[in-house]
């Protein structure tokens, strides 16, 4: 039984890279901070696959070692499948250039490629962040709890955003990240709700259209690049969800506000009586657009509630054009993790990730999802609750939309309550 008052981290990796987690595991020691490693752990006479579980539960970090050995190992993949569906937090290091895993690919990273000290740095600090927390939470279960304390405070990123290109990785091996999805994903983008005539007409129009968003709204001065602290974001919350909202709907049948409904083979974005579901049936993921929403300085705030599968969130400032979608979209996961990304010309950049404490985590489980954006700053909320900010001056303005996605298993999510605040 491990001493409950010390980390466990689980190390998943090839043998071929043996010596480098033995080096590991040993300076981990050092810092007093238990690594469980196969090859040391397990006795002759237990069962494999039994003992291999019980070391992920029993542990409250998994690291994955990725090497291109690695992501050919069937073990490495079940290991960090499991982890991640059990809600760990799983942390993926960089030891070789390979083929990055898709469930992985929103993952912080560590880089231990040009530089085995730096990378320990790093992960130490990412390490003693998490044992702080786990000091404050001793009683907490494998599985995260639904009920989240709002003063948590988890460690800021240490990692610069995690870079991929999704055509010049097909076919390559890079550890940048290799996209499986990248043709479904453009198919399923460009095919979202309404694809036709019009919405090409809409598209057409959008370098125009940045100044059509012509209900009245209030002016708040917000400068146009704002790093917000934690007051600033509060009372920059306060102010830029008062007044009367440009859009106001309920999302249900009744009260549709600009979505509409859309059926496909493999997605779909239907309304209820009470709410709005986009569902995805294979790997990928649905937006469903409002149509002539095209704004630059905004607040968007809608609930979601993740019904089965994995993921979904909001989408703003898009641009979709024949070949691409240009965006910024902000997501959570049944498991707690929140990300912010930017995708330009099917590159995409995560400006912001993290696990949070903040999510209500499992199915059924309502979160509201709160992005205001301001000039280059785009401020992010999780129940009311600030999260982070970002810089980021690619886009000025565009489309809204509500996002599913999935990775392994069909997802669907409900959606309820959307508001947008504008500002001239």
């Keep these: 039984m491990p001493d409950s008052s010390t980390l466990q981290v689980f190390i998943s990796y090839s043998r071929t890279d043996s010596a480098f987690v033995n080096r590991l595991k040993a300076d981990l020691k050092h810092h007093s901070i238990s690594a469980w490693v196969d090859h040391s752990n397990i006795e002759g006479d237990q069962e494999w696959p039994a003992e291999l579980q019980r070391a992920i539960d029993q542990s409250q970090v998994m690291l994955v070692v990725l090497s291109e050995e690695a992501v050919k190992s069937s073990w490495v993949a079940n290991e960090y499948h499991y982890g ?56 907490e279960t494998v599985t995260p709890s639904t009920t989240r304390p709002s003063s948590t405070t988890l460690p800021a990123p240490l990692i610069s955003p995690l870079q991929f290109n999704l055509n010049s990785l097909i076919g390559k091996r890079s550890c940048s990240i290799r996209v499986v999805l990248a043709t479904l994903a453009l198919l399923l983008i460009l095919a979202s709700i309404g694809i036709g005539a019009s919405y090409y007409q809409i598209t057409s129009n959008t370098s125009n259209a940045s100044a059509t968003a012509t209900a009245q709204a209030r002016n708040t001065s917000i400068p146009a690049a704002l790093t917000a602290t934690v007051t600033e974001a509060y009372s920059l919350y306060a102010q830029a969800t008062a007044g009367v909202p440009f859009i106001k709907a309920a999302l249900s049948s009744s009260v549709p506000g600009p979505w509409a409904r859309d059926v496909e083979k493999d997605a779909s974005c239907t309304f209820t009586t009470q709410d709005y579901h986009i569902a995805v049936q294979k790997q990928g993921f649905k937006i469903c657009f409002a149509p002539d929403t095209t704004l630059t300085d905004f607040t968007f705030q809608v609930q979601m509630t993740i019904i089965k599968g994995e993921r979904g969130g909001i989408v703003f400032r898009i641009t979709p054009s024949q070949n691409s979608v240009d965006a910024y979209y902000f997501e959570i996961n049944s498991n ?11 590159t995409a950049n995560v400006l912001a990730a993290d696990t949070s404490p903040l999510i209500k985590t499992g199915l059924d489980q309502p979160n509201m999802l709160t992005a205001i954006v301001r000039g280059s700053s785009i401020i992010i909320f999780i129940n009311r609750q600030y999260v982070a900010s970002v810089t980021d001056p690619t886009y000025k303005s565009g489309l809204i939309g509500l996002i599913a996605q999935t990775d392994q298993q069909a997802t669907e999510v409900a959606f309820s309550d959307a508001e947008v605040w504008t500002v001239q």
């Design 336 to 346: 707690g993790r929140y990300s912010l990304f930017r995708v330009q010309s099917n």
């Design 84 to 139: 991640l569906r059990v809600g760990k937090r799983v942390i993926p290091i960089l030891l070789q250039p390979c083929q990055v895993p898709l469930a992985l690919i929103t993952k912080h990273w560590l880089d231990f490629q040009a530089s085995y000290d730096n990378g320990l740095g790093n992960l130490l600090k990412v390490l003693n962040a998490v044992q702080d927390l786990k000091d404050q939470q001793p009683n």
